[in-house]
């Protein structure tokens, strides 16, 4: 079982910047697929980035491209954290940002087992 918790959201103004935490618990996050979503009332949860484990300790990186060369996904296997790096953010990245967590081996952008409840990013005009 794995559980996360992110942190780090907040009124930002656009063209401006913010980051966010996932904090997880468990053991063997490394071996962990992590996933960054985002939504907003009356829509689908979308996607938003990706690390996931290729080979060894290897990972690759997959972003929306409404998100492509602005955002940055990474991870601290150390502290069981991800992060999420949002740059010339805009009005319309404003949402409800989950992070995601599964076991390694789907390349599914959208198939996750494990939810954080949510932190809300709101990017003022």
């Known amino acids: 079982q794995v559980q996360l918790v992110e942190s780090g959201g907040g009124l930002v103004q656009a063209g401006g910047s913010q980051r966010l935490a996932c904090a997880a618990s468990?053991?063997?996050?490394?071996?962990?697929?992590v996933g960054w979503f985002r939504q907003v009332p009356g829509k689908e949860r979308e996607f938003v980035a990706a690390?996931?484990?290729?080979?060894?300790?290897?990972?690759?990186?997959d972003y929306a491209d409404s998100v492509k060369d602005r955002f940055t996904i990474s991870r601290d296997n150390a502290k069981n954290t991800v992060y999420l790096q949002m740059n010339s953010l805009k009005p319309e990245d404003t949402a409800v940002y989950y992070c995601?967590?599964?076991?390694?081996?789907?390349?599914?952008?959208?198939?996750?087992?494990?939810w954080g409840q949510g932190t809300q990013v709101t990017v003022s005009s």
């Open positions: 995601a967590a599964r076991r390694s081996g789907n390349s599914n952008r959208r198939t996750y087992d494990y």
């Open positions: 468990g053991r063997s996050f490394s071996m962990y697929d």
């Open positions: 690390s996931r484990l290729a080979v060894g300790t290897l990972y690759v990186t």
